[in-house]
């Protein structure tokens, strides 16, 4: 039944480059799996799709689909034939308005066809695919085994630069990979690509797991704070140590490319894979310099710990992984105006950074992939976020896959500050080149991290041009360059050198205008500027599966989009957030028309830094938050903007939670509805002192919280754990409206 909502349905608009209604009208293509987006129509609950291979739909391709956005991928690749396909809009009743003028796409085979023999060198495979024209489909051997050693310095496997129209199917071969540093797949630049059923894994591994056989702090590494856990002196001096004996299959923590690419790691539970401990710190640093082979076996390390303080979480037992990640590459990226790209059934066991990567592009859709564990030895798949989308045109549609075992959150969406330097005019800004990527005919927000607050009305960019050079062309917004800053600027990415941009735009700043940080050697502290154009709109999430992640399943800036269906269990933090990171990070900014419905969260928040989050959470923070070196020392301090705006959190189940089951903060008309709050028998908070809250609403205005239920979690003792509403107005609890309390 679909439920009447206060606030509007996501709308998915043209991204640039192509028309509203995509694939426009007998359009032709390889493309099996596009995406369909067609006009949204005001006051649609919902939205029905069908594609069939004849055009009165007697012969069906794709049965009628509901979808929540007026956007469609088919999970499965369509045959390539002509396809006919419709659309129509759903009433908040259930009634179906009428289907659309049929739309034709003409769904070719590719015109070309390589073969790539399972014996096969690496060169050969790059020189097959390097040579392979438009329209191609490129298939390897099937089920087969390519072992792929790159040459010193390659940063991938393949590397595709300005390709389009191909399709690349591994034919569900096994690619191990035994350059631990590098990446798969690196796409620049390119339009309609496909990779599809590949199956990815590292030798050697790209981290190290072990046990801990003891925690080592002496007299001189204890500290006040921290008395010796055992007496047993530790050979490495200053710090102190943890023995851990190397699970077999993984690396010796003092191999090469462990020590050359040596980050930080994290204590996991000693039970539950991947899962991290209860209770423990986000990130443990260990120098990686302090490793030295214990003599009492050959699988014996003695590792040193940076903080006195967190070697009091370890215990004998514990599973520690370490990461090699400090230089390594991403697993799949594509950057650099990449559009339309499709990963199908894409499966890695092991990935050195970060894994699906789609960075200053456009519809990047991942289907049926996966970052899991290759069997019951391995307890890790990844190093860092499962998928990372930033500063997209059309968000990116991922469903149905599986994420187990991930060094970073699940799935990432988010844009990064640009800093301001200077205001060299009322309509110019000096803009710092770290992250730069406005571009002409964008639009922005000016952001001060310190207050959360906003400056003025969203102003659209007239020219961008490298400080100090003339522009040509008025607004046109060209400017006289290098080649290579040319190349730079197109691709939407920061200039190569440390420099400033100039960015002139409309309307111009008032007199009242100029009080915000700039000038800052510290690049986050100054205002930032939040391109709200590319902000991932559009996208999807729905259908996954979330097991195992260190910090969120699933976190969120974008506008316009779906989280639905997903299953999430065991992420340290939030198991779906819509959080900015105003510190160093500057990832943000905030979310407006996004769904988040039907979800199973489970066992979510127990980090040592997850006590401000809960099964789901939508906030938007300030320096002022985040540490009080930044608060004033006089007055109030200022909650930030209500920005979060038109969010529909309903008909979720969470369960097991600690915190907040559901926290909505510094937000505007949005829809707490329908959920469904529990917890499993002999379940306990992690900190049963604290102040654990089923839901949580604070600094909101015109929202609604309704037919909740938290009946199913028997450690809420009060009704005053149930619900609370803070600083409020016109917020409306099961009818009950609130105002200022």
């Known amino acids: 039944m679909l439920l009447a909502s206060a606030a509007p349905l996501p709308v998915v608009g043209a991204a640039a480059g192509r028309p509203v209604v995509y694939p426009a009208h007998n359009q032709a293509g390889i493309v099996q799996q596009p995406s369909f987006t067609w006009e949204p129509e005001p006051g649609a609950a919902a939205y029905e799709i069908e594609i069939a291979a004849d055009y009165d739909y007697k012969k069906i391709a794709v049965p009628v689909t509901r979808v929540e956005t007026p956007r469609f991928v088919p999970l499965q690749p369509l ?380 102003r659209t960019v007239t020219t961008v041009r490298p400080a100090g050079e003339k522009a040509v062309g008025g607004a046109s917004g060209h400017w006289q360059q290098s080649a290579a800053r040319a190349d730079e600027a197109s691709a939407g990415r920061a200039p190569a050198t440390a420099g400033s941009w100039d960015v002139t735009f409309t309307p111009a700043l008032e007199t009242g205008d100029a009080g915000f940080p700039m000038g800052d050697a510290t690049w986050w502290k100054n205002a930032q500027l939040f391109n709200r154009t590319r902000v991932n709109a559009g996208f999807v999430v729905k259908n996954n599966t979330f097991t195992s992640i260190r910090r969120y399943g699933v976190i969120a800036r974008a506008t316009d989009g779906v989280i639905t269906g997903n299953t999430i269990t065991g992420s340290s933090n939030s198991g779906i957030t819509l959080l900015n990171e105003p510190n160093f990070w500057a990832n943000g900014l905030h979310s407006e028309r996004v769904l988040i419905a039907r979800n199973k969260i489970s066992a979510t928040a127990f980090d040592a830094s997850s006590s401000a989050s809960g099964g789901v959470a939508v906030n938007l923070r300030s320096l002022y938050d985040h540490s009080a070196d930044f608060r004033p020392k006089d007055g109030p301090i200022p909650k930030p903007a209500r920005l979060h705006r038109a969010i529909r959190i309903e008909d979720n189940t969470i369960a097991d939670w600690n915190h907040r089951a559901i926290f909505l903060r510094s937000a505007a008309d949005c829809v707490i509805k329908g959920n469904i709050i529990a917890a499993s028998p002999g379940a306990k908070f992690l900190d049963p002192d604290s102040d654990n809250i089923a839901i949580l609403v604070d600094n909101t205005r015109d929202c609604v919280i309704a037919g909740n239920d938290t009946a199913g979690d028997p450690r809420l003792a009060s009704a005053g754990r149930r619900l609370v509403i803070l600083d409020s107005d016109n917020t409306a609890a099961d009818g009950q409206v609130t105002s200022g309390k």
């Open 79 to 458: 045959y390539p034939a002509t396809r006919f396909w419709r659309t129509r809009a759903i009433a908040a009743d259930g009634n179906a308005g009428k289907w659309s003028d049929t739309r034709v796409y003409k769904l070719h085979a590719p015109a070309n066809k390589i073969n790539i023999p399972a014996n096969a060198t690496l060169a050969e495979i790059r020189a097959a695919i390097a040579a392979a024209p438009a329209s191609s489909l490129i298939t390897f051997a099937p089920k087969a085994a390519y072992r792929l050693k790159l040459p010193q310095g390659d940063t991938h496997f393949l590397t595709l630069e300005k390709r389009d129209d191909l399709i690349i199917d591994g034919n569900d071969s096994l690619f191990i990979i035994e350059s631990p540093s590098a990446g798969a797949v690196s796409l620049r630049d390119c339009r309609r690509v496909t990779l599809r059923r590949f199956r990815f894994d590292y030798d050697p591994l790209p981290h190290s797991i072990g046990t801990v056989v003891s925690v080592n702090i002496t007299n001189d590494t204890a500290g006040a704070a921290a008395p010796p856990i055992e007496n047993r002196k530790s050979k490495i001096e200053n710090f102190p140590t943890v023995t851990l004996r190397r699970l077999p299959g993984y690396p010796d923590f003092d191999a090469p490319h462990m020590l050359a690419n040596w980050g930080w790691g994290v204590i996991l539970d000693p039970v539950i894979p991947g899962r991290m401990k209860a209770g423990s710190p986000l990130v443990v640093n260990f120098p990686g310099a302090k490793v030295t082979r214990n003599p009492a076996g050959a699988d014996l390390f003695d590792v040193g710990i940076s903080s006195a303080n967190h070697a009091k979480f370890f215990a004998k037992g514990d599973r520690v992984i370490i990461f090699a990640r400090a230089h390594s590459n991403a697993f799949c990226t594509a950057d650099a105006g990449c559009g339309d790209i499709t990963l199908d059934r894409i499966v890695t066991h092991a990935a050195p950074g970060l894994q699906f990567v789609g960075i200053g592009s456009t519809d990047f859709k991942l289907l049926s992939c996966a970052s899991v564990p290759r069997d019951a030895t391995r307890f890790f798949a990844g190093n860092a976020d499962g998928v990372h989308v930033r500063a997209n045109l059309l968000g990116p549609w991922i469903e149905g896959c599986a994420f187990n075992g991930i060094g970073d959150d699940g799935v990432a969406l988010y844009n990064k500050g640009m800093a301001i330097g200077a205001r060299p005019a009322p309509d110019t800004l000096a803009v710092a080149g770290t992250f730069m990527h406005l571009q002409p005919g964008d639009t922005f927000v000016i952001f001060n991290p310190f207050d959360g607050q906003l400056l003025g009305a969203p």
